[in-house]
């Protein structure tokens, strides 16, 4: 007997008749005589209602409350899939996430996972209970509910999968796998059988929609046997392996290409050019906790500097006026921002043994006359930021020119 845990995502839940089928599929899984515990996420569309209704109370919503507002998406679903699994004949218990529980730290709306404890669920379990847990949400030690950020429902059942001990964690989505793009932006992208964890960490901090990189982090930390399966086609998916020799002994050079459009820059411009300057610019940036991705600082010839970094566009508003503070404190001359860029990357391990990446990369660029902004690079992974209203042309380009086309279609 295995003990699997199988996430469904918001689309895979969208309605009652999706989740009648969830149901099914639940069934059937644990027909084969394994332990279920399925881990589920709003129905499609939901969160973005309950955030609509927070914002319209107030334009900065009491952090608590938020989170009390939005996590209650998933206190629908979990109840109406018990209740779909329970019309099927097959035993069912619905768990919140403080019901579990799965205890966080305090930072409400991008809360941290610090322990599970899976008495009740193994209990459940134990009596032939299919589990439905509630993702996206757990419980701080005051005893208030916390969510995890959005996606934090792959979050929680990896998490789960690593705290209960299980055989492996399968991901449902509305895809069938992880694809070497985003099939709606190139249509000849195609199924990777395979991935690294390295991979697809890089991919999912890159922008990759199909695994929040939180989920990834903690599969790759725990050894988490992970694969990501389509909820409504059959087949395979993908494999996401713990090394590269896994993949096979002639890996390809590279696996993905990336991107992100939720990428807004800052510049602070005319900085006096001397030590401790990057950690007075940041170090506000970090305590008001809006995470900074990519950074540049240029040295000018009048003893000063320019000093650049990237943020979600979520942050990039409140990252503006700290800035602006931080202007006026250090006497810096001006203060610009940019929220019409995107970040594009090539991710592979198969870099780590080829030499002329970046050169192919820029000159595929160079061709459609695509100016490249900001350049980071990784041991596996080379980024670079771009204006917004080049991407797809940029991500078709770079997918033609490393010959990511294969002979499995996307879907």
């Given at each position: ?30 027909a084969k005589g394994d332990q279920i515990v399925v881990v589920v996420s709003a129905m499609s569309g939901e969160t973005n209602r309950l955030i609509g209704l927070a914002q319209a109370i107030s334009e900065q919503p009491d952090p608590r409350e938020y989170d009390q507002i939005v996590a209650s998406g998933e206190q629908v679903t979990i109840g109406l899939l018990a ?75 990896v998490a789960l999968a690593a705290g209960l001990g299980a055989d492996e964690c399968q991901i449902y989505t509305d895809v069938d796998g992880v694809y070497t793009t985003d099939p709606r932006v190139e249509p000849k992208a195609r199924r990777l059988e395979r991935v690294t964890f390295e991979e697809m960490l890089e991919m999912a901090s890159l922008g990759s929609k ?202």
């Amino acid at each position: 007997m295995a003990l699997i845990v199988q996430k469904y995502g918001g689309t895979s839940v969208g309605d009652v008749e999706r989740i009648q089928h969830v149901a099914r599929k639940v069934a059937a899984a644990r027909a084969k005589g394994d332990q279920i515990v399925v881990v589920v996420s709003a129905m499609s569309g939901e969160t973005n209602r309950l955030i609509g209704l927070a914002q319209a109370i107030s334009e900065q919503p009491d952090p608590r409350e938020y989170d009390q507002i939005v996590a209650s998406g998933e206190q629908v679903t979990i109840g109406l899939l018990a209740m779909a699994l329970k019309e099927l004949g097959v035993p069912a218990r619905s768990f919140l996430g403080l019901q579990v529980p799965i205890r966080t730290d305090d930072v409400h709306s991008k809360a941290r996972i610090t322990e599970i404890d899976g008495t009740a669920v193994h209990a459940a379990l134990a009596r032939g209970e299919v589990c439905v847990v509630a993702g996206f949400q757990g419980v701080n030690a005051a005893g208030d509910i916390t969510t995890l950020g959005r996606g934090g429902s792959d979050t929680t059942g990896v998490a789960l999968a690593a705290g209960l001990g299980a055989d492996e964690c399968q991901i449902y989505t509305d895809v069938d796998g992880v694809y070497t793009t985003d099939p709606r932006v190139e249509p000849k992208a195609r199924r990777l059988e395979r991935v690294t964890f390295e991979e697809m960490l890089e991919m999912a901090s890159l922008g990759s929609k199909v695994l929040q990189i939180r989920a990834v982090e903690f599969a790759g930390k725990y050894r988490v046997p992970l694969r990501v399966l389509s909820t409504f086609e059959d087949g395979p998916g993908t494999l996401i392996t713990l090394d590269q020799e896994q993949n096979g002994v002639e890996d390809p050079l590279i696996s993905g290409i990336a991107f992100n459009r939720d990428e807004a820059q800052v510049t602070l411009q005319g900085v006096p050019d001397r030590p401790g300057i990057a950690a007075k610019v940041l170090g506000p940036i970090g305590e008001a906790n809006i995470e900074v991705d990519m950074i540049v600082q240029n040295v000018g010839a009048d003893a000063t500097t320019d000093f650049t970094f990237t943020v979600h566009k979520n942050d990039y508003k409140r990252a503006l006026a700290l800035v602006e503070t931080i202007r006026e404190q250090l006497g810096a001359r001006a203060v610009k921002g940019d929220s019409d860029i995107a970040k594009v990357s090539v991710v592979g391990v198969g870099m780590r043994s080829h030499a002329g990446i970046a050169s192919d990369m820029f000159k595929a660029l160079a061709t459609e006359n695509i100016n490249i902004r900001m350049i980071s690079t990784s041991e596996i992974k080379i980024s670079v930021v771009i204006d917004e209203k080049y991407l797809e042309l940029a991500v078709r380009t770079l997918h033609r020119a490393f010959e990511l086309e294969g002979a499995a279609p996307a879907a």
